[in-house]
């Protein structure tokens, strides 16, 4: 699949790091380094714009090893990126530790993946196809 991409970070645009990786690492595109404060939220520019194909999403997802390492991860996760689209890709970040986080131009902050989405259309109906499981949920099964 061909995406239109329009890169005006002086980084490389984003690549599989793995012959089988399913995202692509996003980098930051920072003027100076930002400090993530313990709590703390912040909108991470990429100086990425994307064009994809109708029926295609974005979606951005944490880093394992920030997570575990730093407590960093990304907020709304996973962000959706619509195809019709043509703004900056920004990440939303959060600090869930108890340290301060340097984010320094360059660094690879999320990831992304294009995935085929489906549009539903709602049929309504007055009842539902009964299940075995019904309405249980929210740990209803156990532990």
Known sequence: M???VRNTSKHPLPAYETLSSAG????ANLESSL???PGQR????????IE??????????????LAIKAGITVLNSPGTIDADYR??????????????????????????IVQKVEQAVWEE???L?????GDGGFGHSGV
């Open 42 to 49: 912040v909108l991470v520019s990429t100086g990425l714009y």
């Open 52 to 65: 994809l194909p109708s029926g295609y999403e974005a979606q951005i997802r944490p880093r394992s090893g």
């Open 24 to 27: 692509m690492d996003i980098r």
């Open 2 to 4: 061909r995406v239109k």
């Open 87 to 112: 703004g900056e890709v920004k990440i939303i970040l959060i600090n869930h530790s108890n340290e301060s986080f340097e984010i320094k131009d360059g660094d690879r902050v999320c990831q992304m």
């Open 125 to 127: 109906v007055l009842q």
């Open 35 to 37: 400090l993530l404060e």
């Open 129 to 133: 196809t009964k299940t075995d499981r």
